[in-house]
């Protein structure tokens, strides 16, 4: 694997450091990801956008929680299953909605799962998901706008998942927690 570096504020590019230092502001530390982003302004400024529009969305946090963990198990990335299984029971999502969506199984609440359903059929299917699939998440009580709200949850875990594959992110500390650790589908299978 191609090394990268995971910046901190002292060893990153100059136009990073001011959002690596805001990163550290809103998290309390530099996450790793935030890091590697650094090594690019533009992709951690992009990174750091996205997330912050997101978080005026019209989804509860809940809701924005559910979408991004179901992305990332379905990105099968690691880290950002981790965190956002730690962030979704910040947000209160259930316990069972947290592993229906660590394990691609379907959520016990029919709302949370339509949102699961029609985020990965957005994934899955790169957008071309038909008006079959968009009705049904607006009959679940969702609207067009967070049909499009979907796309740039979407947006923003692509960034954060692809840079995570290709940089080989380390965890954080706290994703070694047995009740926070995910090992993706393809980890498994070579474990075995």
């Avoid at 750091?48 to 990105?75: C, I, K, M, W």
């Avoid at 956002?84 to 394990?103: I, P, S």
């Amino acid at each position: 694997m191609t090394p990268f570096t995971v910046h901190s504020i002292e060893t990153a590019p100059q136009a990073s450091r001011p959002l690596l230092e805001a990163a550290r502001k809103a998290w309390g530390f530099v996450p790793h990801i935030h890091g590697v982003l650094a090594e690019s302004p533009v992709a951690l400024e992009a990174y750091d956008t996205l997330y912050g529009l997101v978080a005026r969305s019209s989804f509860t946090p809940a809701e924005r929680q559910v979408a991004f963990l179901a992305n990332s198990a379905f990105h099968q990335c690691e880290y950002c299953t981790a965190a956002h299984t730690y962030l979704a029971r910040t947000a209160k999502v259930d316990e069972a909605t947290v592993q229906a969506l660590r394990t691609g199984t379907p959520a016990p609440d029919a709302r949370l799962e339509a949102l699961r359903v029609f985020t990965e059929s957005v994934l899955r299917e790169r957008g071309f998901v038909g008006d079959q699939r968009v009705e049904a998440f607006l009959s679940a009580g969702f609207t067009r706008e967070n049909v499009l709200e979907v796309i740039a949850i979407v947006a923003t875990k692509t960034i954060s998942n692809y840079a995570n594959h290709i940089a080989g992110t380390p965890k954080e500390g706290f994703m070694t927690d047995p009740l926070l650790a995910w090992a993706a589908p393809r980890n498994r299978e070579g474990a075995a």
